[in-house]
C-alpha cells in the first residue's frame, strides 16, 4: 500500500446520508485518483486530480464529490445523489515522472 | 471504443507450475503497461510495467510480454506458489494521466 492510507476499512451508510471517505499520502505525489470496483469488475474512475485546487470528473462522477486543498488529501464524498453506492473504493496517487499509480487498502461502504 | 481486457476471467494452476496470464488491449497510442495484483480485500499492488519500446522485461519471478504487433501483454510467473493466489489486472495508460484497467484474471493455485 506504500505512503498511502484510506479510512475508514468499513462504512455504514444509511440511505439519503452522505459520507466522506478519506485518502492521504505522503509520498509527494501530485496526482491522486478515486476509483470505483464492483464485483467482478475492473476499476473505474470517479475523480482525479492532478495538481492542488484542481479536479476533474472521471468515467461515472455523477453522485460524488471531491476536493483537493491539499496536496497530501483528496476525500470523496459519497452523497444521496449516487444510487447505487454499496462497493470498493479505492484511492491511488502518481508522480509526473511516472504513469504508475500506487493504491491505498480501499475502503468498503454499504449501504443498509 | 478502446478497452482493455483479459482472455480468460479464471486460472487454476499447480503449486510449482508456471503461470501465464493474458491481456487484450485496443489502443494503439498506448505506451505504458502495468501488472496489479490484487488479494481479497486489499488495493492492488504494482508487480511490473513495460513501455511500448520494450517488448521483454523481467522481475523476481515475472516476465510480462508485449506484443504490440497483434496487441497483446502477458504476465508470466514462474513456480507459482500459494501466496500468487489473487486477481490479476493488466492496465494501459490512456490521455491525461488516466489508466484503462481490465475486469482481472482470478489466479487459483492448488496445492
Known amino acids: 500500500d506504500g505512503g498511502i492510507t484510506q479510512s475508514p476499512k468499513y462504512l455504514f451508510r444509511k440511505e439519503g446520508q452522505n459520507v466522506t471517505l478519506s485518502c492521504e499520502q505522503n509520498l509527494n505525489h501530485d ?6 470496483q464492483d464485483p467482478g469488475q475492473g476499476l473505474r474512475l470517479i475523480y482525479y486530480s ?11 462522477a455523477e453522485g460524488y464529490s471531491v476536493s483537493r486543498e491539499k496536496k497530501e488529501s483528496f476525500p470523496l464524498t459519497v452523497t444521496s445523489a449516487q444510487k447505487n453506492p454499496t462497493a470498493f473504493y479505492l484511492c491511488a496517487s ?19 | ?43 492492488p ?13 523481467q ?38 494521466y488516466k489508466l484503462s484497467f481490465g475486469a482481472g484474471t482470478t489466479v487459483t493455485v492448488r496445492a
Open chain 2, 1 to 43: 471504443g478502446e478497452s482493455v481486457g483479459l482472455h480468460l476471467p479464471t486460472l487454476s494452476v499447480q503449486e510449482g507450475d508456471n503461470s501465464i496470464i493474458n491481456c487484450a488491449y485496443s489502443n494503439s497510442a498506448s505506451d505504458y503497461f502495468i501488472w496489479y495484483k490484487q488479494e481479497s480485500g486489499k488495493g
Open chain 2, 45 to 57: 499492488q504494482f508487480i511490473i510495467d513495460i513501455r511500448s519500446n520494450m517488448d521483454k522485461r
Open chain 1, 31 to 36: 496526482a491522486m485518483y478515486w476509483y470505483r
Open chain 1, 50 to 60: 492532478q495538481i492542488v485546487n484542481d479536479f476533474q470528473k472521471g468515467d461515472i
Open chain 2, 59 to 96: 522481475g523476481q519471478r515475472v516476465t510480462v510480454l508485449l506484443n504490440k504487433t497483434v496487441k497483446h501483454l502477458s504476465l508470466q510467473i514462474a513456480a507459482t506458489q500459494p501466496g500468487d493466489s489473487a486477481v490479476y489486472f493488466c492496465a494501459e495508460n490512456g490521455n491525461d
Open chain 1, 94 to 112: 502518481t508522480t509526473p515522472a511516472t504513469d504508475t499509480q500506487y493504491f491505498g487498502p480501499g475502503t468498503r461502504l454499504t449501504v443498509l
